[in-house]
């Protein structure tokens, strides 16, 4: 599968020009479909330089995941930095869930709503969920929340429901800047495997150990855990303590 | 993990998701009445089952709390659940790694073992009372299944006893393993949990013979394993303290750095040491006639801690900056749970202390053990 908007476009114009190509194909590189033994395992890499900030994303997943008003799937968060005094540098992060080959979220499931797709997504099975939020408590990237709408565990899919049929999922394919890249990361000669290969790249709390499939090229080290900042919401009754609060740095 | 980082940065998060908490203060309610149930329990054995004849007044209080918290608990516990109607598939699709699905099962088997405890505790005194000639000796012929033999009660007591010792640790254990809140990520926490429920059983049973026995000596014992329970709490939360501002256990230290910046954090930590610090020199110094102050202080210390760790945990963000809203929610609604727990929790005292013969309770006639008093006290 293509990695971005515009690769995939690039992809939907050979399917329509080879009537043979499916579109779940089009994309699959010639090593990874000639081979019988080849397992998908979907990640993605966020390249923090080609982030704009402009919520298309969040938006996309809104309305394709029909996410309610008070939660989300994915957001950019927009930080302001000022380092050693110099001009301060606005910085994006977009958050998802990172698809964890090793998620704290699925041992503690009590009754194994949680689990761990054939192709490395981390999904619930929301007609066995019983709303405990356990998982919400267990994820360290605060990417899971209660839908007020089914009452279950709800979280970012990696748009299951289209990359099972050979589309991208909707925060990729509506990235302007070609920012969000989504591919196979055992198929050494996807985009993703290659963007992997040719920049350093880093995940979001690597202290925590949870092996994530979502990856970002240029995010600055200040920003890969709790950050520590004056945040943009104070709560009436604690509001007054975010000024002062210097966790971390 | 807490790092430093050499150079000056300012950070100003300017868009951010607020998380809402997930677990709600119907949690609060269950962690907080489970721990004075199981508490409770253990404190009411040694009159009951170990054959201590002189600790059965106290045993008699502790049993009350016991039984009215451990049925209270399970229905804020199943009110928490956002499926409530589908709490059957706990037993269906137990998940062994998750330490909430053994206590599905440990809950139901403890609250099973309690009411079959306190009944044939009470057993030999529904007998008495049914068969006397009364308006409501049906109910008690029927509640005694029309017997009096409770040999079985030492048994029940006892297993019960190993039930609550199971709900200590599986409650601890279910909290400590989240290492993605620090605040609840630490050793200790499985260990505050239990001395703060014997501190709010405690509380509870000093309340209870305020009301009900005011007898000054039992006020007096109270008083002192309060006394004894808050040392306990106050030692475990130095040492926590001492662990996580030197830097000794890392897991603490980044608990502590989680909060610690926050003026509000160090509001509730000045009230949570005045709420131990109160009522232990109270008790030590007017172990009589202080036990209103010091059992309503102990109630919400243990209340408080709970809350704190819960809701307060929760407002900490993951990955966001400053603080989310959970620590004190705005509005009624997130409070309904704890005025309606608190509230059937005080219907159940009422009932149980109308209808059960709590003051005849002796101890199981197995032989071996003193009869219950001869002097029936009939409260209905």
Known sequence: MDTNRRGFLGAMGRVSIGAAATVAGAGQSATAATDPDHRTHWGMVVDLRKCIGCQACTVACIMENDVPEDAFRTHVSVYELVKDGQDPAMVMLPRLCNHCDNPPCLPVCPVEATFKAENGEVLVDASKCVGCAYCVQACPYDARFINHETQVADKCTFCFHRTSVGLLPACVETCVGGARNFGDLNDPDSEVSRMLRENEVSVLRPEMHTNPNVYYIGLDEVLDGRVAGEAAYRPPLTGEAQATHGEGL | ?380
């Open chain 2, 1 to 380: 993990m807490e790092r430093v980082f050499e150079m000056d940065v300012q950070i100003h998060e300017l868009v951010g998701a607020v998380h809402e908490a997930a677990w709600l203060p119907w949690a609060v309610q269950y962690f907080f009445l489970i721990a004075m149930s199981v508490t409770a329990l253990l404190m009411s054995l040694p009159g009951f089952v170990f054959g201590r004849e002189a600790a059965l007044p106290k045993a008699r209080l502790a049993l009350m709390v016991a039984v009215t918290t451990g049925i209270t608990a399970p229905i804020a516990l199943l009110a928490d659940l956002h499926q409530p109607g589908r709490f059957w598939e706990f037993f269906v699709y137990t998940h062994k790694t998750s330490w909430m699905a053994w206590g599905a099962w440990v809950v139901p088997s403890y609250v099973g073992l309690l009411i079959l405890f306190a009944w044939a505790i009470h057993r030999p005194a529904f007998y008495r009372w049914g068969q006397q000639d009364w308006r409501f000796a049906w109910l008690f012929r029927l509640l005694s299944l029309g017997g009096e033999a409770n040999w079985f009660a030492r048994p029940l007591g006892m297993a019960a006893g190993v039930a609550a010792l199971a709900i200590l640790v599986y409650t601890g254990m279910e909290v400590t393993i989240v290492r993605a809140r620090p605040l609840w990520n630490t050793p200790f926490l499985p260990l505050q949990f239990a001395a703060t429920g014997f501190v709010g059983a405690l509380g509870a049973m000093l309340v209870l013979e305020r009301v009900l026995s005011r007898d000054g000596a039992l006020e007096a014992r109270l008083n002192r394993n309060l006394a004894a329970a808050l040392a306990v709490v106050g030692a475990l939360g130095l040492a926590w303290f001492a662990l996580a501002s030197s830097g000794l256990s890392p897991r603490h230290a980044e608990a502590l750095a989680s909060v610690a910046g926050f003026p509000v954090w160090q509001k509730i930590a000045t009230w949570g040491a005045l709420s131990i610090a109160v009522p232990f020199v109270l008790a030590l110094v007017l172990p009589r006639n202080s036990g209103w102050v010091t059992g309503l202080i102990a109630i919400h210390a243990a209340w408080m801690f709970r809350w704190t760790v819960f809701m307060g945990g929760q407002a900490v963000p993951k990955v966001g900056s400053g603080l989310y809203d959970a620590l004190m929610p705005t509005g009624i609604a997130g409070l309904m749970g704890v005025i309606g727990t608190f509230g059937l929790w005080l219907f159940l005292i009422i009932a149980y202390t109308t209808f059960i013969p709590w003051a005849e309770a002796g101890q199981p006639d197995d032989g071996r053990g003193a009869k219950a008093p001869g002097h029936p006290v009939r409260s209905v």
